[in-house]
């Protein structure tokens, strides 16, 4: 049987149209002849191309999609940031409810600790936000951390002139932490965006498929003498 009468009978089961031959007969044909095999893939090629519109992947995702899974040690590495910013957040609501609420603090007026307590629910917040989404955590490390570390300063400062007692003042490094876990957690995220491009790289150095345009003018391939379901098969394929 010639290479001609097969080629329509594949662009007919392409197509989904009765290829007038049994499968054993085509699929013996296929396996025998190399040029019909390549040409059976190229069709198929050129019919998938037109009926997709436009481009498409035509090599292996696996590496991709692999790549784009945390591993199991930066999946627990989140974990941790995401548990210590809640644990954080805890604690300093805790600190946060006898100032605001109560208006308690026995080192100044009510108002005083009032305008404490608001400060503490703001980090308290923050530190909630970024455990929610820790994508957010580079804007919300600066402010946290500068406000951190003036706590401690004048913590510090207050402790050395004895203006204070250090049982007073430990309170402020629930908030140095809380900080110290968002610029953690800043770096780890600012590394994602990286590896993913770089595994989207790696896999395949290909060119991208053609466009929609550019199979309309290039067509789809024709078999040697023609036939009338390959022809119609290419042209309804490309339309």
Do not use: N
């Not at 917040?125 to 570390?149: H, Q, T």
């Amino acid at each position: 049987m010639g290479c001609d009468r097969i080629r329509e009978a594949v662009s007919a089961r392409i197509d989904g149209e009765d290829p007038g031959l049994s499968p054993g007969a085509l699929e013996a044909h296929l396996a025998a002849c190399a040029a019909c095999r390549e040409w059976e893939q190229r069709a198929y090629v050129v019919t998938r191309r037109a009926r997709l519109g436009g481009r498409y992947p035509e090599h292996d995702l696996t590496a991709r999609v692999l790549a784009a899974v945390p591993s199991q040690a930066a999946w627990r590495q989140r974990a941790v940031q995401r548990a210590g910013l809640l644990a954080v957040a805890l604690a300093q609501l805790a600190i946060t409810v006898p100032l605001l609420i109560l208006g308690h603090d026995h080192d100044a007026g009510t108002h005083a600790a009032h305008e404490l307590g608001s400060f503490d629910l703001a980090l308290a917040a923050a530190f909630v936000i970024g455990a929610l989404r820790p994508g957010l955590s580079a804007g919300l490390a600066w402010p946290c951390g500068i406000a951190s570390a003036a706590l401690a300063a004048t913590a510090i400062f207050d402790l050395i002139g004895g203006q204070t007692i250090g049982a007073d003042e430990a309170q402020h490094l629930v908030a140095v932490a809380g900080a110290a876990l968002l610029f953690w957690q800043a770096r780890t995220e600012s590394k994602r965006p990286a590896q993913d491009q770089s595994a989207a790289t790696k896999p395949s150095q290909r060119q991208p498929s053609a466009t929609a345009w550019e199979l309309r003018q290039e067509g789809p391939p024709e078999p040697p003498g023609g036939g009338a379901t390959a022809a119609r098969a290419g042209t309804e394929a490309v339309a």
